[in-house]
């Protein structure tokens, strides 16, 4: 991809973390929502914590800037980092503003004295660390997010089989994934859309956007525009469907993956 390298995480973070990533960047890359968080290291700025995006949003950094990074799947930093997803909904925050100053300068201090191969994985010990202390599987977050990963279920039918109210399952997905299931169905979808991509590049937009749940091509377009300001020929371009590197967030059904 350039400028942006994914790579696999540990495999017993793999239920926590989608991937790692390293970065040199120049210019303004776009990026897409994909219901994930992440903490990053940029050299010369310090750690910074990526809340959830409910839109595509654009940054541009000075030549040659390196970062690193982990991306957390949906639902899982929130517990972690003990505060809710939807405090930090479309925005960045320092990391000592959601656990504490003390973390923050112990992890500055060992990325900052590591090799640049090395800086992946101290991040990875500072995920075990929290995940120690803190991390619990909530089986309704659990829930929700295995079934939109599969198929585009509407509210009531995920309230239902979680044994909720709508309104209680709305304030369980606002503090895991940062917005409701009805976001966090459309961005999956979408997410959804681009691993098909991927997987049957054969495919044309139209059967792509049935097989993920749009009703559909005219439906797929308006939300790729929505959630990503471009068409889905366009989308498709980017490196988004590539951010995951070899893992993905969704999951794709037997038929839909490549005979």
């Known amino acids: 991809m350039g400028w942006y390298t994914p790579q696999s995480v540990a495999p017993d973070l793999s239920d926590i973390l989608v991937c790692g990533w390293t970065a040199c960047a120049e210019g303004e890359h776009l990026l897409v929502p994909d219901a994930c968080m992440d903490v990053l290291w940029i050299r010369g700025v310090g750690i910074r914590v990526c809340g959830p995006e409910t839109a595509a949003w654009s940054f541009t950094l000075p030549p040659g800037t390196r970062s690193v990074g982990v991306r957390f799947r949906p639902g899982s930093a929130s517990p972690m980092l003990r505060t809710s997803a939807s405090e930090l909904r479309d925005s960045r925050a320092d990391l000592s503003d959601v656990t504490d100053a003390r973390t923050e300068r112990i992890l500055l201090n060992r990325?900052?004295?590591?090799?640049?191969?090395?800086?992946?994985?101290?991040?990875?010990?500072?995920?075990?660390?929290?995940?120690?202390?803190?991390?619990?599987?909530?089986?309704?977050?659990?829930?929700?997010?295995?079934?939109?990963?599969?198929?585009?279920?509407?509210?009531?039918?995920?309230?239902?089989?979680?044994?909720?109210?709508?309104?209680?399952?709305?304030?369980?997905?606002?503090?895991?994934?940062?917005?409701?299931?009805?976001?966090?169905?459309?961005?999956?979808?979408?997410?959804?859309?681009?691993?098909?991509?991927?997987?049957?590049?054969?495919?044309?937009?139209?059967?792509?956007?049935?097989?993920?749940?749009?009703?559909?091509?005219?439906?797929?377009?308006?939300?790729?525009?929505?959630?990503?300001?471009?068409?889905?020929?366009?989308?498709?371009?980017?490196?988004?469907?590539?951010?995951?590197?070899?893992?993905?967030?969704?999951?794709?059904?037997?038929?839909?993956?490549?005979?």
């Open 111 to 259: 990325l900052e004295n590591s090799e640049d191969h090395e800086q992946v994985s101290v991040l990875e010990d500072a995920v075990r660390s929290w995940a120690s202390s803190s991390f619990r599987h909530d089986p309704v977050i659990n829930h929700v997010r295995t079934a939109l990963s599969e198929h585009s279920w509407n509210v009531s039918s995920l309230a239902d089989a979680a044994a909720l109210t709508s309104r209680q399952l709305q304030r369980r997905c606002n503090d895991a994934f940062g917005y409701g299931p009805a976001t966090l169905r459309a961005i999956l979808r979408l997410q959804r859309f681009m691993a098909l991509a991927r997987s049957r590049p054969a495919l044309g937009l139209a059967e792509s956007a049935a097989h993920c749940g749009f009703s559909d091509q005219a439906h797929l377009t308006r939300e790729c525009r929505r959630i990503s300001s471009l068409t889905p020929a366009a989308l498709l371009r980017t490196q988004a469907p590539d951010w995951h590197g070899s893992d993905t967030v969704v999951a794709l059904t037997e038929g839909d993956a490549v005979a």
